[in-house]
């Protein structure tokens, strides 16, 4: 098969994998460290007959992502930290209103402006609950350009799945750094579309049946006028008041995620079956993670990685298992500890969770991971 | 037995609509639904579109494509439909709040890029659906919940912020006008580009109550008393225009439509 | 972990060496290596000095920055001040004859070279000194082979300008030869 060797950015990844994806739609506001998403978007999507817009703000970028969504075409917007505070209302309507919608967040250094050419890992908690009230939630994290470009095919293909915003969080390393990328040819990618009422069938917009997962999605143009609204609503779509249809509809929303949890959550581990330490990183952080364990392995330590790539929902099972065998965690990321919650929220009392993380826009080197590892453990 | 327009532009099982008693906002939507009538738009093609507020309630009980979305940011929704999908006639229905105070720059944008979107401000001059504060567009010294000694801000006029923004069709009418309204209406959903009409509607519950303005027979009143025609006003001395609003067309000019000119990009890329 | 080569590239902005590490990196992947460039972004990259890193390994590369480089070039004085002193105690420092290096810089091989004057004199424009540089690197350090280094600088340059490319890359050779004799 022939495959095409690049030498990429992960933002420019993004957009290949974007367009393997079937992306037809990008609307976003300029921001760095992601930019070249917009850029490059823009030069590709009128050569197959696609369209970009540059909106004249953060929540306009989502939101017309959301209204093309909502015509039939696979619709995505990029942005980072200050821009993704943004756009975080929208992010709630499409997910109440189950419109799939890729969101790209190349993280920076953070909180405010913060240092907009560094990288950061500050938004991990936010993509969980950065908009108002439950939600469900998906929420991948690359760590390196080959799978950034797998990772937003996946972004679209479970956001069409399962009708839902789907946050890709990157930040600025993998967003940056070019690296040799193979790019798999469009045969072997296995693509998701939503699944479309059959003309003329009898049509209640926010009904699910045959079995499937969600209700099936209209084009809006397509002969099915059916209404779609952020108010809580019955199967008709139309807002309704009933505390019992907002049950209903609320349930339904958190159980398209906590019943496909096998479907939707991946994770890597790297030489764990002996270990008896573990460290846990995240997106660019893991590089340095991994370059951290191959260095204590030469040294006979018996450590292993567990990397979440979903990170929302998080891969529970598979860390509290792990939990059972290891003496000691250390979760590295480059924030103050939002991770570090969530593992120790996992693990209970198996063994105690150690951290490693600064939040000064440098990454954290494999150096000061080794020290830290060795001063706490 | 109910009117024909009624039957066939509306969702008779949504009714009755939310609205008070004496609110203008039906005579608006009633309007729209006879501009789409006479054009003869086929209503699967139609979409409309909505922030927040009593107005934006509207899109509910319209039988087409409707999409109520969020505060201030039916324009952002509406431009990425249009913009994913010209053949759709997209038209935004928004209060004076939702469009020139938190959708201000969404508005403004709108219109400078006359993306072919046609945008209905149900302008009653006060937030209805919090209780009755002042609104951008709520005159000064006049009251509301949260202006109780007197609003001291400057009012917008939408309609020029809309023409100044670049938009190529704008016009303005009342609840009082309504030939005037349907005819408006029905010339800015055939405008090729980015059109507004402003309609004055009222809202005797709150600003009316608020502000002593009587009943609602004295508010329509006042709108049929006050509003003269920008036609009709460049004839008439200066002293019959003493203390009278101006309504009519505006401006009505020709000029690129924003996704024929991304079509455009398109045919000149596309391999 | 067979042995992983670091380099930093540095000048002013405009210097073009943001694309030399990109070709340098695109010259590993031809020769079947592993390559990952960084570079420094913003205001950084806009004034003063801006630098491109470039890691070549036979390995898969894990830790994508560079932390001590084997290798650095310097363009400009501001740059040669800001990221020379970093360099390994077996690594090999270029630098444009211009700049002045501090005495207490320790390499083990130590280059002060005409690569912009050689750009403007030889080759017949400045801009193409990053050219020249690469020619010099690959030169004096065999880390790419020639062929790769050609093939993937006549991907990345505007068309039209190959044999002013192609000459500059050889000026950049002729350099090596004589540093090394």
Redesign the interface.
Same mark, same amino acid.
């Given at each position: 098969m022939a495959k095409k060797?690049k030498?990429l950015q992960g933002n420019e990844a993004c957009v290949e994998g974007a367009l393997m994806a079937g992306m037809?739609?990008y609307?976003g506001y300029p921001i760095?460290?992601s930019t070249e998403i917009a850029e490059l978007s823009a030069e590709r999507l009128?050569?197959?007959?696609g369209?970009f817009?540059q909106?004249?703000?953060e929540?306009?970028g989502i939101?017309?992502?959301?209204?093309?969504?909502?015509?039939?075409?696979k619709?995505m917007t990029a942005t980072s930290g200050p821009g993704f505070s943004l756009k975080q209302?929208?992010i709630g309507?499409a997910a109440l209103t189950e419109i799939p919608v890729v969101i790209v967040n190349v993280q920076r250094g953070g909180p405010s402006t913060g240092l907009?050419?560094a990288p950061g890992q500050g938004d991990l908690m936010q993509a969980m609950w950065g908009t108002h009230g439950d939600h469900p939630v998906i929420c991948l994290t690359p760590d390196s350009v080959r799978e950034t470009f797998d990772l937003t095919i996946r972004a679209f293909n479970l956001a069409e799945k399962y009708r839902t915003p789907v946050i890709l969080l990157t930040d600025e390393?993998t967003g940056?750094?070019?690296?040799?990328i193979e790019i798999p040819d469009a045969s072997e990618v296995e693509i998701y579309n939503r699944i479309k009422p059959e003309p003329g069938s009898d049509y209640k917009a926010y009904k699910v049946v045959d079995g499937d997962i969600v209700p099936k999605m209209a084009?809006?143009?397509?002969?099915f006028?059916?209404? &779609?609204?952020?108010?809580m609503h019955d199967e008709t779509g139309?807002?309704s008041n009933s505390t019992k249809n907002a049950g209903i509809l609320m349930d339904r929303l958190m159980a398209k995620i906590t019943d496909n949890l096998d479907d939707i959550i991946t994770f890597e581990e790297i030489e764990t079956a002996d270990a008896d330490y573990l460290i846990v990183a995240y997106g660019?952080t893991a590089?340095?993670a991994?370059?951290a364990v191959?260095k204590l392995r030469?040294e006979g330590i018996k450590v292993g990685l567990f990397r979440p790539i979903t990170v929302w929902p998080f891969p529970e099972a598979a860390l509290y298992k792990l939990s059972e065998q290891v003496k000691d965690i250390i979760v590295a990321e480059l924030n103050y500890g939002q991770m570090k919650l969530e593992v120790e929220r996992v693990v209970k009392n198996n063994a105690p969770v150690r951290f490693c993380g600064k939040a000064n826009g440098e &990454?954290l080197?494999?150096?000061e991971l080794i020290q830290k590892f060795k001063e706490v453990l | 037995m109910n009117h024909p327009l009624v039957e066939g532009f509306f969702r008779m099982d949504k009714f009755p609509h939310i609205w008070c008693p004496g609110c203008g906002h039906g005579i608006i939507m009633a309007s729209i639904a006879r501009a789409i009538e006479k054009i003869g738009l086929d209503k699967d093609k139609v979409c409309i579109v909505s922030g927040i507020g009593c107005s934006s309630r509207a899109p509910g009980y319209m039988d087409f494509n409707t999409l109520h979305t969020t505060h201030g940011r039916a324009l952002a929704f509406a431009t990425g439909v249009k913009l994913a999908n010209p053949e759709l006639e997209v038209i935004v229905i928004a209060g004076d709040g939702d469009l020139s105070a938190i959708g201000g720059n969404h508005l403004i944008h709108a219109a400078r890029r006359n993306i072919g979107i046609t945008t209905i401000c149900f302008n009653n001059n006060i937030y209805g659906m919090t209780g009755g504060q002042y609104s951008p567009t709520t005159p000064t010294k006049e009251k509301g919940t949260t202006a109780p000694y007197g609003n001291i801000d400057k009012p917008f006029d939408i309609t020029q912020l809309a023409i100044g923004a670049g938009a190529t069709y704008a016009a303005k009418t009342t609840a009082y006008h309504v030939p005037q309204m349907d005819k408006l209406i029905e010339t800015a959903i055939r405008h090729k580009g980015f059109s507004m009409v402003e309609a004055i509607s009222i809202c005797p519950t709150y600003y009316g109550r608020k502000n002593k303005k009587g009943s609602v027979v004295d508010m329509m009143t006042f709108l049929k008393d006050s509003f003269i025609d920008v036609k009709v006003a460049e004839k008439l001395p200066p002293e019959k225009k003493e203390g009278k609003f101006l309504m009519g067309e505006f401006i009505n000019k020709a000029e690129p439509e924003y996704t024929e000119q991304y079509d455009q990009i398109i045919a000149s890329q596309k391999k | 972990m067979s042995k992983q080569l670091e380099l930093r590239l540095s000048g002013s902005g405009g210097q073009g060496l943001i694309t030399a590490g990109i070709i340098l990196a695109e010259a590993a992947l031809k020769d079947d290596k592993n390559a990952i460039q960084t570079q420094s972004y913003g205001p950084e990259a806009r004034g003063g000095a801006s630098k491109a890193e470039v890691i070549i390994s036979e390995d898969s590369i894990d830790f994508p920055k560079v932390t001590l480089p084997n290798m650095t070039l310097a363009l400009t004085q501001i740059a040669s001040d800001k990221y020379i002193k970093d360099i390994s105690v077996d690594g090999t420092v270029i630098v444009d004859e211009s700049i002045t290096l501090p005495e207490t810089l320790k390499a083990k091989h130590i280059y002060r070279v005409p690569i912009i004057k050689t750009a403007i004199n030889e080759v017949g424009k400045e801009i193409v000194a990053n050219i020249v540089a690469l020619g010099l690197i690959v030169g004096l350090t065999g880390i790419v082979t020639e062929g790769s280094l050609e093939a993937a600088i006549m991907a990345r340059i505007p068309k039209g300008t190959e044999d002013l490319n192609r000459l500059a890359l050889q000026k950049g050779y002729e350099l090596a030869k004589t540093l090394q004799k």
């Open positions: 060797v030498f037809t739609f609307s760095t460290p009128p050569r197959i007959g369209k817009i909106m004249e703000d929540i306009a939101a017309a992502a959301i209204g093309a969504s909502l015509t039939g075409a619709a209302e929208n309507y907009p050419t390393i940056h750094m070019r690296e040799k084009d809006f143009g397509s002969g006028r059916y209404h &779609v609204t952020g108010l139309f807002p660019g590089r340095t991994k370059a191959k030469a &990454v080197t494999p150096e | - | -």
